[in-house]
């Protein structure tokens, strides 16, 4: 049984761009939330998607957007990047309404 | 506060136990977590408990909870080289889990 997959590992952008990162819940799971880990920090919430529809969002700007797909994997997208972009960004996959997440190994942006 | 607070580092000597603290900020009735990253990974699930709780233990790891001071602690019993990692602490918030800053854990020979 594949845990929560993420792609591509490694991502290499500049100033400007946009970028699309892509994520596959753990079987069974039908809850995707995204997390952004600057380095030398703790994850912070990006948003959560659920039923194909973003159920929580946390404190960051609209350059940030995400999609579900009927399969429950999801996309992260973050247009116009800034320096402060480059982060490590994780996804975990859920069952609504369980006490855990999962998450994946993290596809590590930097942007030049 | 309003941050889930970590000391940054912590260094034990193989075969001793180590003791990572958390304090958290919710006083509701809320779940809070452990990770471990080990460099370049994810974050592995290592163990949880509910805020009704006061401890729960799980072969080697044991979470004590203190709800009234909110402070969380993990205790791994005979730590191990492999237990060389960053520890996060998290608690949940709706949907949400609010994770500390990671507490840095070297294990010397």
């Known amino acids: 049984d594949a845990g929560v997959t993420q792609s591509p590992t490694h991502l290499i952008k500049t100033r400007g761009q946009q970028v699309t990162l892509r994520c596959s819940p753990k079987?069974?799971?039908?809850?995707v939330s995204w997390y952004q880990q600057a380095l030398g920090q703790g994850p912070q919430f990006i948003f959560q998607?659920?039923?194909?529809?973003?159920?929580q969002r946390g404190n960051f700007p609209d350059r940030f957007s995400g999609h579900q797909f009927p399969n429950y994997s999801s996309e992260l997208n973050v247009n116009a990047l800034l320096l402060g972009d480059s982060a490590l960004y994780l996804c975990?996959?859920?069952?609504?309404?369980?006490?855990?997440?999962?998450f994946g190994p993290g596809t590590r942006l930097l942007v030049l | 506060g309003e941050d889930v607070e970590q000391s940054l580092f912590l260094s034990v000597r193989e075969g001793d136990s180590s003791v990572i603290n958390c304090t958290y900020t919710?006083?509701?009735?809320?779940?809070l977590y452990w990770y471990k990253q080990e460099p370049g990974a994810g974050l592995q699930l290592l163990t949880y408990i509910f805020s009704n709780m006061d401890m729960k233990q799980d072969q080697r790891l044991t979470v004590l909870l203190n709800k009234k001071d909110k402070h969380l602690s993990l205790r791994i019993a005979d730590t191990q080289t492999g237990d060389s990692a960053i520890y996060f602490c998290?608690?949940?918030?709706?949907?949400?889990?609010?994770f500390g800053p990671g507490t840095r854990l070297s294990v010397l020979p």
């Open positions: 998290a608690e949940r918030k709706g949907q949400n889990f609010v």
């Open positions: 975990a996959s859920s069952l609504s309404g369980a006490e855990t997440q999962y």
């Open positions: 919710d006083s509701s009735s809320t779940y």
């Open positions: 079987s069974g799971h039908d809850t």
């Open positions: 998607y659920y039923e194909e529809e973003e159920r």
